[in-house]
């Protein structure tokens, strides 16, 4: 099977948020969809319930990151930094706020 490469767009009060389904095997389906925050494979016979969901998904991640205003920074080496991020990746976090987030507030 060939992997191919669907991209597409869903409508949410008058804007396009994009996302993109690539075969990986003949069971799953790589899905991305940064307003939702996701990015993972997923069986194929999860995708249309997970496509119907969607909306609900990019409403609830716009609100949660609307919440989160106030930004918190500090200085690191760069070694740090890629220690850091070594660690964020190894523990499957997408982005470093977030990591750092939750290794702050005790829930990682």
Known sequence: MTPSL???FITIN???????LKNKSKD????ECEPANIAQEFLNE?????????????LAEK???KQQS????????PEDKK????TALKKG?????????DLALGNS
């Open 63 to 65: 609100n949660y990151t």
């Open 6 to 8: 669907i991209k597409h």
């Open 46 to 58: 999860d995708i249309p319930a997970l496509l119907n969901d969607l909306p609900n998904l990019i």
């Open 83 to 86: 220690r850091i991020e070594k």
């Open 14 to 20: 008058n804007r396009k948020y994009v996302y993109t």
């Open 70 to 77: 106030e930004m918190i920074r500090f200085r690191v080496s």
């Open 28 to 31: 799953t389906t790589f899905v």
């Open 93 to 101: 976090y997408s982005s470093l706020s977030g990591f750092l987030r």
